[in-house]
C-alpha cells in the first residue's frame, strides 16, 4: 500500500432503530472518513467483494469484522456487533410477524381464553393480533405456537384419553399455566415423602373446617414437604378440579379450584392429586377430569377414596339408614359428613338427589 492517509477518528452516534442494518452506517462511516471500499478492504484485509456484501446487507458483519473495522475506522467493535444483532433480531421479527398473520396460528390464538387472561391481569391484551400473540406466547413461556403444541401434544399427559379433553386444550393448557406460575412464586422446602404423607394425615382432619381455616393449613403444611398448594379460579371450558405436576425433582405443584362447589369433590380432588404425587412418575403431568380411562387415574381415585374412608371401615357404609348414620360415622372417622355423602352416591348406594344437605358449598373470597 503506497497512498498514506491520515484517518481521523469519527463519531458515529447511535440511533436505536432497530431497522438500521449496519451497512447503511458502515458505508455513512466510510463518507465521513472519506475512504472507499477498495481502501477499507485493503485496510482491513478482507476482499472488496466482501466489503461490498457487508454494505449492502447481503453478507452478515461477524465479530471478526467488527474487531477489523474497529482498528481501520476507529468505531468500537461492540457498536458493530450491536448494530448486527439489532439488525438481525428486526428481521427475525419481522419475519414472526409475518407467520402470525397465517390462519392456522389465529385459529390456535382463538382457542385460547385471551379475554380471561386480560381480566385476571396476565396480560394486556392491547394492540393487534401479532401482539397479543406475542403476550400469550409469553405467558406459556415458549418460542411458537409449534413449541406450544409439541408440548401439549407429547403422551405425557394422564387426560389425555379423556373425552372431556378434546376441543378444550387452551383452556386446559391456560389453567394450568396459571397454577404453575403461581406455584413458582411459592417458596418451599425441598420435597420429602414421609412428611408429606404426614401432612395428608393433618390435612385429611381439616376436612370438618371451614375454608379460611383449611386453605392456608394446607398450604402451610405442604410448603413443608416440598409440595407447592394453589388454589386458581376455574376456566370456563376446562372441566377439570386439580392437576399436579413436578416442576423440578425436589418441588411438587398440586393445583386445585372449586369446580363442583361442594366439599366432597374439593376433597376427593386434593388427596386425588396427592395420590399422583406420592405413586407416580415425575415426569408426567396429571389433570382431574372425568371418563379417564387410565390405571393411573383409577389408582389415585382409589388412593383418595382408601385415604378418606379406610377399607376397614368401607364395608359399614351400605348400614348407614339416615342422615344421623352418616354424622355419626362421619364423626367416628374425623372427616366431613359430606364426604360420606359423596362417597356413597359415587357407589350407588344412594340417588344423587339424597342427603345433599350435609355437603358443604364452597365459594371464592376474596383472600383465595
Not at 476482499?47 to 461477524?62: F, P, R, Y
Not at 421479527?93 to 386480560?118: D, F
Request: aromatic share 8%; with cysteine; net charge positive.
Amino acid at each position: 500500500m503506497t497512498k498514506r492517509i491520515q484517518i481521523r477518528r469519527v463519531s458515529v452516534p447511535y440511533s436505536p432503530d432497530d431497522a438500521v442494518p449496519p451497512g447503511r452506517t458502515l458505508q455513512e462511516t466510510l463518507d465521513a472518513l472519506q475512504m472507499d471500499q477498495r481502501e477499507l478492504a485493503e485496510r482491513t484485509g478482507l476482499s472488496v467483494k466482501h466489503v461490498n456484501q457487508v454494505i449492502k446487507g447481503v453478507a452478515t458483519l461477524t465479530p471478526d469484522t467488527a474487531i477489523r473495522l474497529e482498528r481501520v475506522t476507529g468505531v468500537p467493535a461492540t457498536f458493530w456487533n450491536n448494530l448486527e444483532a439489532n439488525y438481525q433480531t428486526h428481521q427475525m421479527r419481522a419475519t414472526h410477524r409475518g407467520q402470525s398473520r397465517e390462519p392456522s396460528v389465529l385459529a390456535w390464538l382463538k382457542n385460547i381464553p385471551t379475554k380471561e387472561l386480560i381480566s385476571r391481569g396476565k396480560i394486556s391484551g392491547a394492540g393487534n393480533s401479532t401482539a397479543l400473540l406475542e403476550e400469550v406466547l409469553r405467558f406459556f413461556g415458549v418460542a411458537s405456537v409449534e413449541a406450544w403444541k409439541a408440548g401439549w401434544e407429547k403422551p405425557q399427559f394422564a387426560f389425555r384419553k379423556s373425552p372431556a379433553f378434546e376441543g378444550q386444550k387452551g383452556a386446559m393448557a391456560t389453567w394450568l399455566r396459571l397454577c404453575e406460575l403461581a406455584a413458582v412464586e411459592m417458596d418451599c422446602k425441598p420435597f420429602a415423602k414421609k412428611k408429606f404423607q404426614a401432612a395428608l394425615q393433618q390435612i385429611r382432619a381439616l376436612t370438618v373446617s371451614e375454608p379460611e381455616v383449611f386453605i392456608p393449613a394446607i398450604q402451610s403444611l405442604c410448603r413443608e414437604a416440598g409440595v407447592a398448594v394453589v388454589f386458581v379460579r376455574e376456566i370456563q371450558g376446562a372441566p377439570v378440579s386439580g392437576a399436579a405436576k413436578w416442576l423440578s425433582p425436589r418441588k411438587a405443584m398440586l393445583g386445585l379450584n372449586l369446580r363442583g362447589k361442594v366439599n366432597d369433590r374439593f376433597w376427593f380432588s386434593f388427596f386425588h392429586e396427592a395420590g399422583h404425587l406420592l405413586h407416580d412418575s415425575k415426569k408426567e403431568t396429571y389433570i382431574d377430569v372425568h371418563a379417564v380411562d387410565d390405571p393411573r387415574e383409577q389408582r389415585a381415585n382409589q388412593f383418595a377414596a382408601n385415604f378418606l374412608i379406610p377399607p376397614a371401615k368401607a364395608g359399614e357404609l351400605a348400614d348407614l339408614r339416615t342422615a344421623d348414620d352418616v354424622e355419626s360415622f362421619a364423626r367416628q372417622l374425623g372427616i366431613a359428613p359430606g364426604i360420606v355423602v359423596g362417597r356413597l352416591q359415587h357407589d350407588g348406594t344412594i340417588p344423587y338427589s339424597q342427603w345433599n344437605g350435609l355437603k358443604k358449598k364452597l365459594k371464592w373470597s376474596d383472600h383465595v
